[in-house]
């Protein structure tokens, strides 16, 4: 799954530690989610959305990788 | 709002004050022998197979309580360095708590299952005994290495967005 939140966090000027703060997690989850080493809950999919005024479709993206079982 | 079945922080601390001296008492009764005299003491049992005479069924015995001892603070001791929260106990280290958990059991009953056909008497006994401790051990193993790893794979990039 791909996702912007990097394009997000410069456009907003936060630190992946800030963002961390604000959602509630360690600095690295948000770390690991980036690097797209972890696969995210829906609930904090729509914290970070939140917090960036996006949707989490705007953010997160499935590749063709994903739908393969 | 997700419940969770963890200890407070604070619980690996104190898991850390009874796994030691259970620990040193486990070794030194496996190791020397050692049995502490004050500790014979009248117990209440549920089950005890009679040597020459009748099996006891919930009454009172005698016994020395050393290796009960260090067997209930080692359990409490690695129980509570194992499921004590992070300070940020967030989905991530959950996700590595239960795949450390995962693998743990795994290698734990692989162990045995390894004793069961390949070792007898009383070498598949002492496999037994630390059996019964060995899963939290893997666990706390795995758990902290993977979490060390991932705090190792932190790479901090606060200058670039600094306002």
Sequence with gaps: MKNHIRVERARMRITQEELAARVQVSRQAINAIEAGKYNLSTMLALKIAQVFGTTVDALFELEPLDWKP | ?163
């Excluded at chain 2, 050692?34 to 020459?52: D, I, K, M, Q, R």
């Excluded at chain 2, 056909?117 to 009383?122: D, K, N, R, T």
């Design chain 2, 1 to 163: 709002m997700n419940r969770n079945y963890l200890f407070p922080h604070v619980f690996r601390f104190i898991g850390w004050i009874v796994l030691v001296p259970g620990l040193i008492l486990g070794l030194t009764h496996i190791l020397g022998g050692f049995e502490a005299t004050w500790l014979n003491l009248p117990v209440f049992v549920v089950s005890e197979p009679g040597f020459l005479g009748e099996d006891k069924w919930f009454g009172l015995s005698t016994n020395n309580l050393t290796d009960e001892l260090a067997g209930v603070m080692l359990i409490i001791g690695l129980a509570f360095l194992a499921f004590s929260r992070e300070k940020s106990e967030d989905e991530f280290i959950a996700r590595i708590r239960l795949e450390s958990l995962l693998r743990a059991t795994y290698l734990n009953y692989g162990i045995l299952l390894f004793t069961i056909v390949f070792m007898y008497g009383s070498a598949f006994f002492w496999v037994l005994v630390f059996n019964m401790f060995t899963i939290l051990l893997f666990f706390i193993v795995h758990f902290n290495l993977a979490l060390a790893k991932a705090r190792r794979n932190f790479r901090p990039d606060e200058e670039s967005y600094q306002g």
